[in-house]
């Protein structure tokens, strides 16, 4: 995907989440931070797996798993800002025989990025309702060799680093939410990770292999409403 599709995407996605933030008179200028309409109503952290696809799907490590989280501010009961970042967890590995200096036939890829967090949601109130998040940052790839050490006490593991470069992220997802209790919803949805500026000689085409769909379940735990106190009768 070249760069002006991601700064359209982006630009979008912006524009989507500023206009929904917040509902102003028509007359009056509309900004992303007011200080009488954008108010503090919650906070949240939620842990996330997510199963994605890498490399087109082709071959045994065609598909695999990312751990990770994030966490938030809200404001509103609708928009929230922060940040979260995700590692993959699954083997992934490639055949570099073709490459004499190094001639290994099961080298490993890492990945992981993060960034900032943006998210709408659509009716928090109702029992299910939707989600609208959206990740922009960065993160990092290799190409590296797992290596065994033992020692007469201890064995541990540790490795070789072919090479390795940084890359910018930018996810879009949606998801459906179910709030469990006054502190617990449960998201189960879509993203589609889009990779950029990734430079591997032995992974080629590495953007393309990283960039691809990913579907999540999360549970967030927190305060998604700001509790109200109750006025003292005398």
Known sequence: MDMKKIITLILLAVMVQVGFAQEEPVNEMKTL??????????????????????????????YGFMVGGRMGIIFNNKFSIGAGGYGLTTDHRIDLTGFPEINDPEARIGFGYGGLVLEYTFFSNKLIHFTIPMLIGGGSASVYKDINITDD?????????????GLFVIEPGVNVELNLTKFMRLDLGASYRMVQFSELDYLPDSDDKFSNLAVNASLKLGLFQKIKKEKKTN
């Open 153 to 165: 006490n201890f064995d541990w593991d540790d490795f070789d680093n072919y090479e390795s470069t």
């Open 33 to 62: 931070i007011t200080g009488k309409k954008l108010k503090f109503t919650g906070i949240f952290a939620s842990p996330e797996l997510k199963g994605t696809i890498f490399n087109d799907g082709e071959g045994k490590d065609g």
